[in-house]
């Protein structure tokens, strides 16, 4: 397929910090929030050296930025293992769905232009994208180029749940299981009845101490059952640090806390991503296990859907992973796989064929 786009790669953040804009406007085709330069940029900042990051851009007939994906090579490996590009946000714990980015109508030129983009990187053997969805267009339009190209492509099923909100909580309830109506509204009373008060962050001031309780309240969980919670990381305390400020700034963070007589007793974070299908997209939470018998993570889950249902949210993205309460919540499957996308080397075929071969 001949196109007019124009391929530029791009090294080191620096460039990507000043298409912020045209970034940020490519994304509301691909699933929030992880693929937006808040996030992105955010994760990547001490995570990867410069050196490592770069970025695809394509540029159409008149200059403007029409498709990008970012990416970082991986750290080296053992010898005899495939050199590996991944979305420059791949690796937090929270970054899914992380896809490449385009202008609508003009996937399938991208797709091609991307392809041999990639083709003629040096020194990279593969591509990965975690949990990403074959329902965003511009994912679709490059696996079906990659196919059409006779491309080795591996993939491996992850679960991911979503679930609808309606405008009233009341038949958001309504659509659940009536055990769950009854679970919801016992928690929703058990507030009061603890006196104990939830509310969301709305002040830059109060971020520092809600993240440390939303810190040790997630610890706790883990340490509670004999592991280590990945808020033990240095980077990871940081990044987030970094990208809730600028999601507060922006007026998209959504960190709630249930206190009482001024403790945390559970924390709730996540980000709204408005526009299209309102979608608040839950990121972490933690509660203090001593608290466990009135269930507070539950009740402050509870009202916390509550608000959102007010504000306007139509739809809770609960991210990879399958567990009770995202089932509970009316959550469904959307397909969703971690891609392995093979590069034309003869040494990227062999592996693919030798791993083919191991698990028949």
Known sequence: ????????????????????????????NAVPPCNEPLWTLSYAQDRHAEADCFALAARDERGALVGLLTL????????????????????SFDSEMLAPLCAAGREAEFA????????AERGLHALVLFCASPQVPALRALLDAARARGWPLREEPRTYLVAPLE??????????KSRMRTKVRQALRSIDERRAGARWIMQAAEL???????????QARWQADGRVGSFADPARRAFYARWTSAALSAGRLRLALLERDGSALAAQVGIATPGG?????QLQEGYDPRESEWRPATALR?????????????????????????RDWGGVEVPCSTLVLGLPRWRTQAEFALRARLRR
Do not use: N
């Open 1 to 28: 397929m001949s196109t007019a786009l124009r391929i530029e790669r791009w090294t080191g953040l620096e460039p990507l910090r000043r298409e912020q804009a045209a970034w940020q406007a490519l994304c509301v």
């Open 72 to 91: 970082a090579r991986e750290p080296a490996r053992a010898w005899w293992a495939l050199k590996r590009a991944r979305h420059l946000s791949d690796g």
């Open 112 to 119: 091609e232009a991307l392809l041999d983009a990639l083709g």
């Open 167 to 176: 405008p009233d909580f009341e038949a958001t309830l309504a659509a659940l």
């Open 208 to 218: 520092p101490r809600a993240l440390d309780a939303l810190y040790e309240l997630h």
């Open 277 to 281: 299908v309102p979608t608040y997209t």
């Open 302 to 326: 509870a009202w916390a859907m509550r608000e959102l249902c007010g504000e306007g949210m139509r739809r809770v993205d609960f991210q990879e992973g399958d567990a009770p309460h995202k």
